[in-house]
């Protein structure tokens, strides 16, 4: 059963930082494309940072410069290290595959996220 569970939201100002991180429990996670996702009000979930099974790290041009992806395989953990953060990087944000995990052809698997406001 894969599970994801994300912590480490909470509300700054803009300019502050965060640090989320993500246990996943799957197997062969060392194996796995992992990512980041958003969900800010009013939009769809949107990846913004993946990172390969090797450490490549990929990110959307709205959060490239001032987020950091990370992985641990030894904890089956990743982390999103952000920086400078502006009130658009308000939302909520997810960990998962990259291509999301899919137990069965018809259905993703998502933790609950953790919320993310900044505001001044």
């Known amino acids: 059963q894969v599970q ?4 480490g939201g909470g509300s700054v100002q803009p300019g502050e930082s965060l640090r989320l991180s993500c246990v996943v429990s799957i197997g062969r996670f060392n194996d796995r494309n992992m990512a980041w996702y958003r969900r800010a009000p009013g939009y769809q979930r949107e990846l913004i940072a993946a990172i390969s099974t090797i450490g490549v790290p990929y990110y959307t041009a709205s959060v490239e410069g001032r987020f950091t992806i990370s992985r641990r395989n030894f904890e089956s953990t990743i982390y999103l290290q952000m ?38």
């Open 4 to 7: 994801l569970v994300e912590s």
């Open 83 to 120: 920086n400078d953060l502006k009130p658009e990087d308000t939302g909520v944000y997810y960990c998962n595959g990259d291509p999301p995990f899919r137990p069965t052809p018809s259905m993703e698997v998502w933790g609950e996220g953790t919320q993310v406001n900044v505001s001044s």
